[in-house]
């Protein structure tokens, strides 16, 4: 119903910044959540930031003041901003958008963009 396009991973030194973005096609259904997760080696993914339909936002505790997660839903993108990187925010970041079809809600996925921060 909807295909994902990240964009932005790559990387960087510690204390750098990277923004990503995730531009979703076009739907005739709700887009109620855009989100991020990642996972990094070893580990499960986890939720990293999400933004609704209705602009409420949430974050993991350990990127709280420095990631931002922002959306412009006419062009049905959501963006992270990712400031004061660590190393353990190295990852695979995945874009997650839930659709409201027949008021049930699917997850989409995109394939998924390597976050790297190393000196």
């Known amino acids: 119903q909807v295909q994902l396009v990240e964009s932005g991973g790559g990387l960087v030194q510690p204390g750098g910044s990277l923004r990503l973005s995730c531009a979703a096609s076009?739907?005739?259904?709700?887009?109620?959540?855009m989100a991020w997760y990642h996972q990094a080696p070893g580990k499960q993914r986890e939720l990293v930031a999400s933004?609704?339909?209705?602009?409420?936002?949430k974050y993991a505790d350990s990127v709280k003041g420095r990631f931002t997660i922002s959306r412009d839903s006419a062009k049905n993108t959501v963006y992270l901003q990712m400031n004061s990187l660590k190393p353990e925010d190295t990852a695979v970041y995945y874009c997650?958008?839930?659709?409201?079809?027949?008021?049930?809600?699917?997850?989409?996925w995109g394939r998924g963009t390597q976050v790297t921060v190393s000196s």
């Open positions: 933004v609704t339909d209705l602009g409420s936002i």
């Open positions: 997650n958008v839930k659709l409201r079809i027949l008021a049930v809600d699917h997850d989409y």
């Open positions: 076009r739907t005739s259904f709700n887009i109620k959540t």
